[in-house]
Each structure stands twice: as C-alpha cells, then as structure tokens.
C-alpha cells in the first residue's frame, strides 16, 4: 500500500503521454515541416555517429549469430551466476530500508522503585555524555525528559521513565551520519555509573513498522514468562549484529501482601474478620456513615491518624487492644510477604505476552538469517519452557507479507503483458521471445547490485517488477520490425539483421533516456536515498545490462525460431 504512488504516477503518466503522442506531436511537426530536418553541422555529425554504431552493432550481431549456441550458453550462464549471487549470499539482504530522521532518543529507563527526581538526575547525568561526544555544529538541540518516554508505537507514563531527544542540524558535507554518531557514543554513553538501563532508539521515514527481531514470548504463568523472556534475550543478545535488546515489560513497584493468620487472630481472641477490618481501618479506612452537604452527598470515613513512614512495614508495629486486656502488634495477627507488583499485564492471542525487540547492524546480519537463528536457538531450550511459545512478527511479518503478495503480483504482471501481446503480433509464442528479457533484466539488477555494493531490498523488488514492463520494449520494436520485414518477403536472417539495424539507435536513446533521468536518484548525486533510490537503481544497472543483452540475445532466438517455425 505505501508503494502505491510509485505504479500509480507511472500510469497516469504515460497515459497522458499518449496524448502527446498520438494528437499534439504530429501537429508539432507538422508545423516546422522542412525545419525539422536540418543540414547543420549538429546534424551531420548526428548521422555520421548514428551510422558509425549501426555499423559496429550490426558486425557484432552477425559474429554473434555466427555462433549462437556459444553466445546464448553464456547469457544463459550470466543468468545462473546472478541466481547464484543471491542464493550464495554475495547479494546482502536489507529489506526494509528507510531514510533515517536526523532525530534520535536516548532511553533511560529505572528501576520501578526510582523516585523521579533519581530518574531525573539519572537522565541528566546521561545526557551530558552525550553533549560530550557530540561535534560541534551537529545538533540542534539536546532536551531531557523524566517521568515520560516516547516509543514508536505509545508514550509511557512512570517516574521510572527518562529520555533523551537529540535533534541534529541537516546534514552536510563533511558531517557523519546518524548511525556513525550513535555507535561512537553508545559505549561511553551506555556506561554511564547509576541503575538505568540505557538504549537508543532512531526514526525513520516510510511507513512505521517494527524493528528487525520483534517475537512475542507467551505463556499463561507470570514467573515462566518472565524467564522464558529472559532467555530470549540472552539469544538474542548473542546474534551478530543485535544491538539495543529490550523488552515492553514494566515492573511495577514494590508490594506487601499480607494474609490474616487465623491460629494468630483465635489465639489473640479475634475474629479473622475483625482483624481484616483493622487493616482496612490503618489504610483506607472505611465509610461508617453518609452525611449531606448542601445536597451534596459524603461519606463519613474511619481511619487511623495518616503519618509518614519509610517502610510500609512500620504500619505493622501499630498496637492492637484485645478483648481480653492487653495489647499485641498489628503485625502478629497478620503474615506479611514482600514482593513486587506488575506495572503492566500484556496479552497478546488471550495468553499473557512480553514482547522482546533489537535492532540489527545490517553490515553483520539480516532479518531472516537473524530471525531463522533466533528460532534455531529457542528449539534448543523450549523443553525447559514447556508452557511458553514464541510469536514472530514486527519486519519479518512485514516481508513474508510482501514477499507473498510479490509473486502473485509478479505473475499478474507478466500474463497481462503476454495477453498484450499475443493480440498485438497475432501469435501466442512469439510474446514469449519478448519476454526472454525478465531474466535478463533480473541478471542486469543482480550484476548491478553487486558492484554497486547496495543491498537487495523490498523496493529493490518492486523496481525488478517496474523493469519488467519496460525492459519488454527493446524486444518489441525488434520482432515488430522483423515481422514487418518478413512479411514483405525476406529471409528470415535478412529480416532480423534489417529489424536490428534499424532499430538499434531508438533503443539506445530509449535507453538512455530512461537512464538519464534515473541517474540522479540512483546514485545519490545529490543526496542519497535509501527508500527511493533501490527502486531507481534496479531501473538503471537492469535497463543497462538487459538493453545490451536484448540486443543480442532477442535477435538470435527470433532467427533460430522463426526460421524453425517456417520451415
């Protein structure tokens, strides 16, 4: 859905192209008339480049189908190389790859029981190591936050809360980048002495989604969630590449759970009850009466005097009279147990969930090698887990979801093209020769990759899918011509050489300029683009090596078949 615009202005687009074509240049030229074809010197050089590289193609072609099964084993070869690429891994993964915010957060988070001016001074002290290794002229501003920490997907709210917002200036010549800032201060800064768990969180363009390891651990017990949790993280900390591991689980605060002892209140000569009222009575105390003021209504409540303690455990030390005379502590007709309290119970699919996420370096892993890793490593572990289970999703949903609809997608694409065609030539196999050059296109996008060094994304996909539907045009105008040659009674070598004679410079500007308008993009001359420059790129190295290959190739396979065919 976020790719949308991409397939949707490139429609609209060459639809009202076609009204160029078809009514306002015929009117264009035929206003210039004898103007249009000039005898100037621009123009004499014009044809004499223009006969210089039919006459060079056209050697070419005839020395390639002099030998044509030697030349078309060594496309087909170039085409297994390129499977083998990306198969053996040479090509890097990175299917999610947006333009990066120049923004960042610095996440300080406390333990449940930190009062928020410790959060505070926490944070604080955080914050100046990150002043420190910051350059001059790269930020803008530097602001810090406790009691509050915004996530990518909520805010959360808690004195144990603390965040740093870093703001950089636009980026320039000679200013590093946001992922070279975070990895020079992350040690320094992840060091800071004090009781906060420290990570980093970056922004990005494109639509949200979740980061690289995103699994939901489950399980119905607290105490077998929490380590199950636990060990995942360990996995997950192992992971080359993992860096910034954390889980959504928020501890709550210390509590004390007390427990009528009823041997206790009998000894004492009370009732179990009374004795759960007295607590109540020391707390909250308890509404004994309502009362009107001024029509409003209010309850009349009972409690003992409100004082300040450091330990909740001092409420137990109150005395207690008994009904036989004498008095007891509060705390000998109760059992107390320290514990801790859950912040927040998460569920996810009716189980209770803790949701373990970390980012990947992309030079050192992938999300499928890191998830598939990920998986390997919990099989080892679950029969110590027997009641919990992971849920994968975040990114790795995203591109199994993607990568589902591609195909189909894919499949769409190519038979609508061959319906096209097979109604235009009039022939249901030679649409097939025209589309010979999707595997030579996706070789041309493999090769590419590979020495440009970027990596094959998603959007490097949808680009391979966008280059399907122009790379087919080269191989159109060939086999038009040559039928149209054929037709009138030549051989069929003597048609597909004319055809290929003729038509090699429209190709070649068709070509280039498609290149020359993506080229900017492609190879961020004028500033890099992660999200928009794999589609651009695809477009550019595939249209490049498929052009040339289809110059050749189409041309040897319509000889070899037609003449076949005619015989």
């Known amino acids: 859905k976020f790719m949308f615009v991409i397939p949707f202005v490139v429609t609209v687009g060459l639809a009202v192209s076609l009204i160029e074509a078809f009514w306002m240049l015929p009117a264009h030229v035929s206003a210039l008339g004898r103007r249009a074809i000039s005898h ?11 006969r210089w590289v039919r006459l060079k193609y056209t050697r070419m072609l005839v020395r390639v189908m002099r ?91 808690g004195d144990q809360y603390g965040q740093i917002a870093v703001s950089l200036n636009p980026a320039k010549p000679g200013m590093r980048e946001l992922d070279a800032i975070i990895e020079d201060m992350r040690e320094t800064v992840t060091s800071t002495p004090g009781r906060a768990t420290i990570s980093f969180l970056k922004l990005s363009g494109g639509p949200p989604t979740a980061k690289p390891i ?6 119905d017990d607290r105490q077998e969630l929490r380590t199950a949790a636990d060990a995942v993280k360990t996995i997950v900390s192992r992971i080359p590449g993992a860096r910034d591991v954390v889980d959504n689980d928020i501890t709550g605060r210390a509590e004390l759970s007390l427990k009528v002892d009823v041997n206790a209140a009998r000894n004492a000569g009370l009732d179990p009850g009374l004795v759960a009222q007295l607590v109540r009575l020391h707390l ?21 005097a409100p004082r300040t303690v450091v330990r909740v455990e001092e409420l137990l030390d109150d005395p207690i ?7 007891t502590n509060l705390g000998a007709l109760l059992i107390a147990e320290e514990g801790e309290s859950l912040g927040l119970i998460r569920h996810w699919n009716l189980r209770r969930a803790i949701t373990v996420e970390a980012d990947l370096d992309p030079e ?41 609809a591609m195909g189909p997608l894919f499949l769409l694409g190519v038979g609508l093209i061959y319906l096209i065609l097979a109604a235009q030539f009039r022939s249901y196999f030679q649409p097939f020769l025209i589309l010979v050059t999707v595997p030579l296109a996706f070789t041309g996008v493999t090769l590419g990759l590979l020495v440009s060094g970027n990596p094959m994304s998603l959007y490097t996909l949808y680009g391979v899918i966008a280059l399907t539907g122009i790379a087919v045009n080269a191989a159109i105008v060939l086999i038009d011509a040559a039928n149209a040659r054929r037709a009138s009674g030549m051989r069929t070598l003597h048609a597909t050489l004319y055809a290929a004679r003729r038509r090699v410079i429209a190709i070649l500007m068709t070509t280039g300029t498609t290149i020359a308008g993506l080229f900017s993009l492609a190879f961020g001359l004028a500033g890099k683009s992660l999200l928009w420059g794999p589609v ?17 190739v189409v041309p040897v396979l319509y000889r070899f078949f037609m003449r076949q065919r005619r015989r």
């Open 40 to 50: 100037s010197k621009t123009q004499k050089l014009r044809e004499r480049w223009t």
């Open 67 to 157: 030998y044509p099964v030697r030349y078309l084993g060594l496309a087909l070869a170039l085409f297994i190389g390129a499977g083998a690429a990306v198969g053996a891994g040479w090509v890097k993964f990175q299917f999610f790859a947006f333009d990066p915010i120049r923004l960042y957060y610095v996440n300080v988070n406390m333990p449940a029981d930190a009062p928020l001016k410790e959060t505070l001074r926490q944070t604080q002290a955080v914050e100046a190591r990150v002043r420190s290794e910051l350059r001059m002229g790269e930020a803008r501003s530097v602001i810090s936050l406790a009691g509050v920490q915004f996530t990518e997907t909520e805010v959360l709210y």
């Open 214 to 219: 995103n699994v939901k651990v489950r399980a």
């Open 284 to 304: 909250d105390g308890e509404v004994v009466a309502d009362l009107r003021d001024q029509g409003e209504k209010v309850e009349l409540r009972v409690r003992a």
């Open 321 to 327: 009279a008994l009904p036989g005379g004498g008095t």
């Open 364 to 404: 050192l892993n992938n999300t499928l090698s890191a998830n598939n890793e990920l998986r390997a490593e919990w099989e080892k572990i679950r029969a110590r887990y027997p009641n919990a289970d992971l849920d994968f999703s975040g990114e790795l949903d995203d591109i199994n979801e993607s990568l589902d």
């Open 536 to 552: 651009a790129a695809s477009i550019v190295w595939g249209l490049a090596f498929s052009t040339v290959l289809t110059l050749f």
